[in-house]
């Protein structure tokens, strides 16, 4: 019973996740058709320095600035990589655009780049003028499975991976296969791992298509890569927009399935492996210790790391051997705030929820590993 001088009043705020897939976004009316839903005002082009070794990309994009019905800033290039996000000049230089060009909270700010630059140009855009809408152009493998349809902007900070951010879902995201083509064989295979690990969570037959297909994949068959891509991106896009908890109040993360060990292995190895290699390796250790558990059947366990490894990701690391990767359980803890909650598989597509992990049984998993 709340006191008489209280009042609480509850309200909701609707949102419409857009997601977009094509092989032509500047020319087939894709972005020009989601920009006029958004009508803005001005538009701020921010792109990533990878992106710009894609020479027809970067045609397309010159050619629609030129002829734009639309009002556009010039393009700000920004270097790309964890780097992005591991200081605030990139935050800084984009919140300098949009004062310099006068962008309002009816204007736009178009992103392309990897997750890292996602990460950083949203967090700007999100608090500049406490929000101007973005529209994002996920340019990796892993930006287009996973992080480009997150609704979580955020950089690095006390060495501590996305320290600093905040909740502020996109305007759209577009897509574009196209842009994976300059991609190198590296970053073309590593963001897969985000794919494994929603198809893990949610969907064993998906887990059986990139099982099918690792050969495929690897060996950048764009059909498969667009198939794959497509699953994954529209499963994290339904866990957030029907799972029930878009803005992560409660304690489950299932999305952060191997994620409490890949964020500290990233800043442990100075992000020398990739946010999708550290994802590879983490999943391996959750599943390791699923089956460390008891929960998990060894055999199914081993099928799940051959598939990571047909795919040229990596399933170990030198690093299990620091001390300091323990850590990253309590750290993760903090991060989701609340009690400890990581998810641990009985099968494929069959997750449960664990609130310990036994140091020792980690131990001796990371000892497997080594
Ligand atoms: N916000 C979220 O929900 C969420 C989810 C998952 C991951 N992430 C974050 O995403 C980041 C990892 O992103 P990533 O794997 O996309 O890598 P990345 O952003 O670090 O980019 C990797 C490299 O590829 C280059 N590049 C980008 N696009 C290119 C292109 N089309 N052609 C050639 N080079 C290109 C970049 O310049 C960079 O050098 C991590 O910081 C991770 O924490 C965020
Ligand atoms: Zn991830």
């Known amino acids: 019973m709340l006191p008489s001088n209280s009042f609480d009043s509850e309200f909701s705020v609707s949102w419409t996740h857009r997601l977009r897939f094509t092989d032509s976004s500047f020319n087939d009316g894709t972005l020009d ?43 700000r290039i920004v270097e790309g990589g964890e780097v992005s996000k ?25 992103v392309i780049g990897g997750g890292a630059v996602l990460d950083a140009v949203g967090y700007a855009a999100s608090i500049a003028h406490r929000g101007i809408p973005i529209i994002r152009m996920p340019s990796t493998t892993l930006a287009q499975c ?3 349809l997150g609704v979580k902007n955020a950089v690095n900070y006390f060495g501590k991976k996305n320290f600093v951010g905040v909740f502020d879902p996109p305007f759209g995201v577009v897509n574009d296969i196209r842009l994976l083509s300059s991609l190198d064989n590296r970053h073309w295979c590593s963001g897969l ?30 059909t498969a890569m667009g198939n794959a891509i497509q699953k994954s991106a529209i499963l994290h ?17 299932p999305l952060d399935f191997g994620h409490w060990s890949a964020h500290k292995l990233e800043q442990i190895t100075n992000n020398s492996l990739t946010h999708g290699e550290a994802v590879s390796i983490g999943l391996v250790i959750d599943i390791k210790c699923s089956v460390a558990l008891g929960l998990l059947d060894n055999a199914i366990a081993d099928r799940i790391v051959n598939v990571l490894q047909s795919l040229n990701l990596p399933t170990s690391h030198p690093a299990l051997s620091d001390p300091a990767l323990l850590q990253g359980i309590e750290e993760f803890r903090q991060h989701l705030g609340g009690e400890l909650t990581l998810l641990m598989l ?10 310990a992990l036994d140091f020792k049984l980690v131990k001796q998993v990371f000892n497997e590993l080594l």
């Open 33 to 75: 058709t989601l920009i006029s839903t958004l009508s803005p005002l001005k538009i701020l082009p921010v792109i990533d320095c990878g992106v710009t070794t894609n020479t027809a990309f970067m045609d397309d994009v010159t050619n629609w600035l030129a002829n734009s019905v639309f009002e556009t800033s010039k393009p």
């Open 86 to 110: 591991n200081s605030m000049r990139v935050v800084d230089q984009v919140l300098e655009d949009i004062n310099t060009n006068n962008l309002c909270r009816k204007s736009c700010v178009l």
């Open 146 to 148: 996973d992080s480009g």
């Open 193 to 222: 791992s985000e794919a494994v690990k929603v198809a893990l969570i949610k969907d064993e037959t998906f887990f059986e298509e990139i099982e099918q297909q690792s050969a495929q994949l690897l060996n950048r068959d764009l």
């Open 237 to 253: 896009l339904e866990h957030i927009t029907n799972g029930g908890d878009p803005f992560e109040r409660l304690n489950a993360r």
């Open 346 to 355: 009985k099968g494929i597509a069959d997750p449960v929820d664990v609130h």
